[in-house]
């Protein structure tokens, strides 16, 4: 491991006034920037806290007291030298602590992200666990967390390292028999000692570009509120937000924009939409509203058709083309206590907002939804646009090996295919994937 020439700092913990801050520093100057400003030498036993204080070197004026963690490289977060100052979080004090560290020559402020690129770069973290940790740092749910601490622990790159295991000892054979045989004698079948391993691989990667379970779960689920004007859509929105985000009236054609709400669905996470009521209109901002309201249903995971129990069993032709779209859920509005639902109404959920009638059957229905499109079990699963699209490539280089009948044609698509395979851990065309990763960190991660 080559040390880098410069030495990195920041806060790593949230900005803003707080008990207590970590600053963290990485890089060879790590140990002299801590001697300088704690006076400690030896430098405390490490990764145990030590309770030190931190004095400007310049000056010699205590900053503040805190915890000091010494983290000699290899064995940190970094595979640098890394220490950990954990100080009392005063804008004043990291500032001030900032300030005498960033004055020490080879010290420098970190980038967002450029801890967690160092770890990459010295082989500590490989890219799919670069993405975990985002994820983690990112998830807002119990099943997201749990998706992106797997991820973090390795789970998907494990996968992919096992098939380029198997699609190496593919080309391993391939390179043998081309490279040892002569030209005339070449088997028909390069691959076919492999080819039944290989044609499982190629399942295998398919069945895993196919599932969209990863992806939708790291994105949240859309469930969009569709019905005619006054059904009680935002009504229903605001119930379930448990405020009222929407404006609620009883004039038809009140809402207009999309309004968006996030909610925590038994630890699923779920875009709700309320939408401005389907009908023929001559009102050009309705109209405009209720073109974003099939514009935003047709993108969602989930639609909720409502219709006011006053008028089953008329669906109007505006909604009817959303009743039968898979996964919809039909609920009958304002079947208010002492007002029975209709006996014919059957696959309608009968729903009061007034008097909070038919919640817990609708909350059901939603979470068995959402577990079916979101569910990842203990599998790990592609969670980015990234892994399919290289999975993708992988897959139909594979294809075409399998199918190929020229050597050097069939040995080339195996080489592509573990090229592909490579990307998503971050060991070929890394550079320009890197840039967008770290971009979504935050400063002193
Ligand atoms: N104070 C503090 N808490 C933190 C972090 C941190 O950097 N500082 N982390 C920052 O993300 C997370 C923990 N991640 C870490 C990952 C690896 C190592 C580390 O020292 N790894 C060494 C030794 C491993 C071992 O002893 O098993 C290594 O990989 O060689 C430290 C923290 C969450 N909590
Ligand atoms: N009795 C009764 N009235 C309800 C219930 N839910 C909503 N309402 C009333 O129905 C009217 C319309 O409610 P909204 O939630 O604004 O309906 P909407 O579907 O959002 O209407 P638009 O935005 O115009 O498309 C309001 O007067 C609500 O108070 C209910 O469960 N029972
Ligand atoms: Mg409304």
């Known amino acids: 491991m080559t040390a880098r020439a410069e030495t990195i700092i920041a806060v790593a913990t949230a900005p803003g006034r707080a008990g207590v801050a970590v600053l963290r520093v990485s890089g060879p100057e790590a140990g002299p920037l801590t001697v300088a400003l704690t006076g400690r030498r030896p430098l405390p036993a490490p990764r145990l806290a030590a309770y030190a204080s931190f004095s400007d070197p310049a000056t010699g004026a205590l900053l503040d007291r805190g915890l000091l963690l010494w983290f000699p490289g290899p064995a940190s977060f970094t595979g640098e030298d890394v220490a950990e100052f954990q100080v009392h979080g005063s804008r004043a004090v990291l500032a001030a602590l900032l300030a005498a560290a960033t004055g020490f020559p080879g010290v420098r402020l970190a980038e967002p992200g450029e801890f967690t690129r160092r770890a990459f770069d010295n082989g500590k973290l490989d890219l799919t666990e670069v993405e975990g940790l985002a994820d983690l740092i990112d998830a807002e749910t119990e099943a997201q967390r749990r998706q992106a601490v797997r991820q973090l622990d390795g789970a998907l790159g494990q996968i992919i390292l096992g098939w380029q295991a198997r699609l190496m000892r593919a080309l391993a054979h ?101 939408t401005a009521g389907l009908r023929a209109t001559d009102d050009p901002i309705e109209a405009e509203g209720i073109r974003r309201a099939r514009a935003r249903a047709d993108q969602a995971d989930l639609a909720l058709v409502l219709l006011d129990r006053a008028d089953w069993p008329r669906v109007p032709d505006d909604v009817a083309p959303w009743l039968d779209q898979p996964g919809t859920l039909r609920l009958l509005t304002k079947c208010d206590a002492g007002i029975a639902p209709p006996a014919d109404a059957r696959g309608w959920l009968p729903l009061s907002v007034q008097d909070g009638i038919g919640f817990d059957a609708l909350m059901q229905a939603l979470t068995e939804r959402a577990a079916a499109l979101l569910s990842t079990g203990a599998d790990p699963l592609l969670t980015r646009a990234r892994h399919r699209a290289a999975l993708d490539e992988t897959c139909a280089a594979l294809d075409r090996a399998l199918s190929g009948t020229l050597p050097e044609l069939i040995t080339e698509d195996v080489r592509l295919a573990l090229r592909g395979l490579g990307r998503i851990v971050g060991r070929v065309d890394v550079e320009d994937i890197l840039g967008l990763i770290f971009a979504e960190f935050c400063i002193g991660k």
């Open 174 to 274: 391939c390179e043998a028999t081309i490279d040892f045989v002569e030209e005339e004698d070449v088997p028909d079948d390069l691959l076919s000692a492999t080819r039944p391993d290989l044609t499982a691989l190629l399942a295998e990667m398919r069945g895993q570009a196919a599932d969209g379970r990863g992806e939708r779960l790291r994105q949240g689920l859309t469930i969009v509120i569709l019905g005619p004007p006054n059904a009680g859509k935002s009504s229903l929105l605001n119930a379930l937000a448990g405020r009222e985000a929407a404006i609620v009236s009883d004039r038809a054609g009140t809402t207009r924009d999309v309004i968006e709400l996030h909610l925590d669905l038994g630890g699923y996470p779920v875009t709700l939409v309320d």
